[in-house]
């Protein structure tokens, strides 16, 4: 199985930071690779698929970037309702695996 | 408005079974592969089984896999998982979630993961 690789695990900021996550994968994945935000309590919400291709609905202030193995997702101004976990996903492979999560905290 | 609406979820025993149903609407549910996908509490995410939009196709999570069956009945818009010999392990929230799928290395795979129900938590426990 691919294996995802998130960083860092939770991190504070306050809001207008730009914020930056990692995802890196322990093979190629190409561009399968997709993000998801979860409030707590809720369900996963799809932000970005195939590495940058905003989900409809979903603010431009999230971007996504990178292909191999290595990846990055911005919020280039933290708002109040970012505050939440965000999670990777490759579908290069089955079975699709997810990172372990980044808790995006208020400073 | 699609729309995910999980049930079927509760207190078993280890060992004993349990059918988790996902009713769907808002799309044509026949055009589209589904997942199942679960979160124990306080843990991330691990999907768990995949059907193709005509049930051709099914993968199951290694963790699952001779104990969970997956299907679904395009007549009634709905998806199921039956889980039997549950284990404490398998103690989570269970997500179906929409999955477009693509064509790759000689097989069909989800691709992402659209729409997520709001999830029915499966407690495992004597």
């Known amino acids: 199985d691919i294996q995802m690789t998130q960083s860092p695990s939770s991190l504070s900021a306050s809001v207008g930071d730009r914020v930056t996550i990692t995802c890196r994968a322990s093979q190629s994945i190409s561009t399968y690779l997709n993000w998801y935000q979860q409030k707590p309590g809720k369900a996963p919400k799809l932000l970005i698929y195939?590495?940058?291709s905003l989900q409809s609905g979903v603010p431009s202030r999230f971007s996504g970037s990178g292909s191999g193995t290595d990846f990055t997702l911005t919020i280039s101004s933290l708002q109040p309702e970012d505050f939440a976990s965000y999670y990777c996903?490759?579908?290069?492979?089955?079975?699709?695996?997810f990172g372990g999560g980044t808790k995006v905290e208020i400073k | 408005e699609v729309q995910l609406v999980e049930s079927g979820g509760g207190l078993v025993q280890p060992g004993g079974s349990l059918r988790l149903s996902c009713a769907a609407s808002g799309f044509t549910f026949s055009s589209y592969s589904m997942d199942w996908v679960r979160q124990a509490p306080g843990k991330g995410l691990e999907w768990v089984s995949y059907i193709s939009s005509s049930s051709s196709t099914i993968y199951y999570a290694d963790s699952v896999k001779g104990r969970f069956a997956i299907s679904r009945d395009n007549a009634k818009n709905s998806l199921y998982l039956q889980m039997n010999s549950l284990r404490d392990e398998d103690t989570a929230v269970y997500y179906c979630?929409?999955?477009?799928?693509?064509?790759?290395?000689?097989?069909?795979?989800?691709?992402?993961?659209?729409?997520w129900g709001q999830g029915t938590l499966v407690t495992v426990s004597s």
């Open positions: 979630a929409r999955a477009p799928d693509y064509y790759g290395s000689g097989s069909y795979r989800p691709y992402y993961f659209d729409y």
């Open positions: 996903q490759q579908s290069y492979n089955t079975p699709p695996t």
């Open positions: 195939a590495v940058s």
